[in-house]
């Protein structure tokens, strides 16, 4: 293989799916579950898992692909302790056998459904962090949140965290916002303090259906962009409205105790720091994606065949993270923006969120504006003061959390 040299200090990132796309839940908006289909037929292991001498190959290419003393392993679904625990003890064996004195952290995304003392055994002794997705109270999760046969999760996924909570396991949230849920932001929120999650991430749900010959449903961010929205996805006013909501809330009581990536990472770009957010940066393509069979893609939300970037039998990770077609992936995110975003005020908060999402026009007919811009534009109008306020007090060197003391 051609030997590339990285070209600058970055941590090269990749999110990785041991188990594909199986899980054993079937949530309703699930975009990865149907990436499945892209595997249907390929001579790849039938059960779309990890083989161990895939395993081995990645962890030894991705720590010799790292130019930072500090490496994060990300494990994704698909469900992830689809895997036996077996699997994640290997994990821990090779990074040590290619780690040699650097630090390795580990994070893993799960449903939260299967965890039992032991896997959070295995958490607690080896300092994983462990994001769980729930969508908010009872109610809320269980509307897309079930299995194939419809049961819903709910019951189990709290039983998850409280094992987590029970031994001391670091953790925090994902919970996706969608046309449900979106209607209820303080019930929702509320949820997540009575749990005592300190660490919360939203992400809004934004689908377009479109059938594919291969049997996808979701559609890619090449397909039309007249493709028929998929109903759960929250709409721009909702998302305007479930933002300004809880952040009115979290501005008077709650900044320095819990901390919502969003508010967080519009903080930092009012700072003019990197957020914390790949959607609210100024290029994308740092974090890619490694399925179980090796395939490399650009991105987790753009697993799809015009997006692939290689095999790691094939191309080193760093070929394939550092190629031309990946540079212009994350500067596509900021050449592509329509004209409205380039005179935005707000675009160096926004930058013009996910491309995923640029399937509208602008107001004079330009295509390629994000779906959610009425949302964003009307929750940056709401937080400026108080960004303002808190980018002074850091600049100051006092804690932002003020705030919660000034007048507006
Ligand atoms: C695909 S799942 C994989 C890991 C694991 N199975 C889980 O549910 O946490 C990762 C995250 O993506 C979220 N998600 C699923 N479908 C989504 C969509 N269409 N848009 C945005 N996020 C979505 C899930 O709620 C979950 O928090
Ligand atoms: S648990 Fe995760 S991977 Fe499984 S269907 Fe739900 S969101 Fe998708
Ligand atoms: S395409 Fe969207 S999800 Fe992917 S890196 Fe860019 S902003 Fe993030
Ligand atoms: S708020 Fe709207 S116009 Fe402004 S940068 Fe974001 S998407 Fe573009």
């Not at 290997?90 to 630090?103: N, T």
Request: charged share 25%; proline share 5%; with cysteine.
């Amino acid at each position: 293989m051609e030997q590339v040299l990285t070209p600058f200090a970055r941590p090269l990132y990749i999110m990785t799916k041991p188990a594909g796309s199986s899980c054993n839940l079937a949530c309703e908006y699930c975009y990865y579950l149907e990436k499945k289909k892209l595997y249907k037929d390929a001579s790849a292991d039938r059960r779309h898992v990890m083989s161990d001498d895939m395993l081995e190959r990645f962890i030894k290419m991705y720590i010799e692909s790292q130019s930072m003393p500090q490496i994060l392993f990300s494990w994704h679904g698909g469900e992830t302790l689809m895997r036996p625990l077996s699997f994640y003890k290997k994990v821990i064996e090779l990074q040590k056998k290619y780690g040699g004195g650097l630090v390795i952290d580990n994070s893993i995304q799960t449903n939260g459904t299967l965890l039992t003392d032991e896997w959070c055994r295995f958490f607690k002794d080896n300092n994983w962090l462990v994001g769980v997705s729930v969508d908010g109270p009872q109610e809320f999760h269980d509307e897309y949140r079930r299995n194939n046969i419809g049961a819903p999760s709910f019951h189990k996924v709290m039983r998850g965290i409280n094992l987590l909570k029970k031994h001391g396991v670091e953790w925090n949230a994902l919970a996706v916002v969608n046309d449900f849920n979106a209607d209820y932001p303080l019930d929702f929120y509320h949820f997540f303090k009575e749990i005592e999650c300190r660490y919360i991430q939203f992400t809004p749900i934004v689908e377009r259906i479109i059938p594919h010959t291969d049997g996808r449903t979701l559609a890619s961010p090449m397909d039309a962009h007249d493709a028929p929205l998929a109903d759960f996805s929250v709409s721009p006013a909702q998302w305007g409205e479930f933002l300004c909501t809880i952040f009115d809330e979290w501005v008077k009581n709650d900044v320095g105790q819990y901390f919502i990536q969003l508010f967080d990472s519009t903080l930092a770009n009012w700072a003019g720091v990197q957020p914390g957010v790949c959607t609210m940066a100024r290029t994308c393509g740092h974090a890619g994606v490694m399925e179980f069979n090796g395939d490399v893609y650009s991105c987790d939300h753009f697993v799809f065949p015009e997006y692939k970037l290689g095999n790691i039998r094939e191309k080193t990770l760093v070929e394939m993270m550092y190629s031309d077609r990946q540079q212009k992936f994350g500067t596509d995110k900021y050449d592509s923006l329509p004209g409205q975003c380039r005179r935005c005020k707000y675009l160096f908060a926004c930058n013009g969120e996910c491309p995923k999402n640029r399937f509208t026009v602008t107001a004079d007919g330009e295509p390629g504006l994000n779906y959610l811009c009425e949302g964003y534009y009307r929750f940056f109008e709401h937080v400026a003061p108080y960004m303002d306020f808190m980018k002074n007090e850091l600049d100051n060197q006092r804690p932002p959390s003020n705030v919660m003391n000034a007048r507006f």
